[in-house]
């Protein structure tokens, strides 16, 4: 997806910090949807979360998300980015850290259990609305 610099400044005021986040899959022909804590950086948005939950259950076997938040609605691609402390993930985890700091050391997330795992939802379409404008990306 194309992501116009004026959209993506939009999407990085709104959601380039720790917040709410809808997330739909579909398991079995039937949808389901949660709540999650999620950071937004260029076209993608981020979570941790465990790897034997249902919504990465339900993503392993269709990648396809549906998310909204905040008069914002989108399509992606759910992929699974592995265990919060393998190298690969060093840099984008001392971010989430940072961001998710008022509740992340609060005795939900532990990152020993390999199955304490970075959500990446890479964005494919979207509809924005923004001080009385509609943005279809």
């Not at 992606?76 to 690969?88: A, T, Y």
């Amino acid at each position: 997806m194309n992501m116009v610099p004026e959209i993506d400044d939009i999407l990085t005021e709104r959601f380039g910090h720790d917040t709410l986040l809808s997330v739909a899959t579909i398991y079995t022909g039937v949808p389901f949807v949660r709540i999650v804590n999620a950071y937004y950086e260029n076209g993608a948005f981020y979570s941790v979360t465990y790897a034997v939950s249902n919504k990465i259950t339900h993503i392993e076997k269709n990648p396809v998300v549906a998310i909204c938040g905040m008069w914002f609605t989108a399509h992606g691609i759910g992929e699974n980015l592995g265990w919060v402390r393998e190298e690969k993930n060093q840099e984008l985890m001392t971010k989430l850290h940072e961001i998710f700091a008022q509740w992340y050391n609060n005795g939900h997330v532990d990152e020993n259990d390999r199955n304490t795992c970075i959500l990446k939802i890479t964005l494919t379409d979207a509809i924005l609305f923004d001080k009385g404008e509609k943005y279809e990306i």
